[in-house]
């Protein structure tokens, strides 16, 4: 049967909402969606005209088909590529040049994490600001020097580096207003270890207005 412009245009145009749909469903639930999921979403009647999107995208290089009825991405969601430098400080030659991916996901999976928003500045000097969220790496041990999330007796908790000091346990802020705090190692319980920042860069303009 052939395909005439406007057929070829809509098909596309479905196959940009399923790949959209996919990649949204993916980021929630960490699995891609069934044949059936997506037609439900997208209140299709026939699972063949599913697979029939499906199997285009896979000739285009978007999907890979893993088994029956699950197609996965044939890419990171979670990488994008850098393209040159920006300078912060005197200009510099604008290149544009695509010479690197970098890829986010690890900092970005969820399994074993979870995110903080942060209250304060005591850790500005390892820039993170007030209002920034943490991501934190769902753990109980921590090297020396890493930043953690810690309980102290089982009461409060805290973000600093952490410290361990034969029976003690040194907590030491980013900001040289703040003094070490001390404490016996079984009042300190390490909730998470810090694996990453995101900053709205908007919201910090608010709060600074």
């Not at 996919?22 to 209140?43: D, G, M, Q, V, W």
């Not at 699950?70 to 695509?98: C, H, K, Q, T």
């Not at 207003?177 to 079984?186: A, D, I, L, T, V």
Request: aromatic residues 10%.
């Amino acid at each position: 049967m052939s395909i005439n412009k406007k057929e070829n245009i809509c098909m596309r145009k479905k196959q940009q909402e399923i790949l959209n749909f996919i990649e949204s469903f993916y980021k929630r639930n960490r699995r891609f969606p069934t044949l059936k999921e997506i037609a439900s979403h997208f209140n299709i009647s026939a699972v063949s005209t599913v697979h029939e999107h499906l199997e285009k995208l896979v000739e285009e290089g978007y999907l890979k088909k893993v088994k029956r009825g699950i197609y996965e991405l044939s890419y990171n969601v979670w990488s994008f590529p850098i393209i040159g430098y920006i300078a912060a400080g005197n200009p510099i030659e604008a290149v544009n040049d695509l010479f690197e991916i970098i890829d986010i996901s690890n900092l970005l999976d969820s399994h074993n994490c979870y995110a903080l928003k942060v209250k304060g500045n005591s850790m500005i000097d390892e820039h993170i600001l007030n209002g920034d969220i943490i991501i934190v790496e769902n753990r109980q041990t921590a090297i020396n020097g890493e930043i953690a999330v810690v309980l102290i007796d089982n009461q409060e908790t805290t973000l600093k580096k952490v410290y361990f000091e034969d029976k003690m346990v040194k907590l030491v802020s980013a900001n040289p207003n703040f003094e070490p705090m001390y404490f016996e190692s079984e009042r300190v319980r390490i909730q998470g270890v810090v694996r990453g920042i995101i900053r709205d860069y908007k919201s910090q303009l608010k709060r600074k207005g």
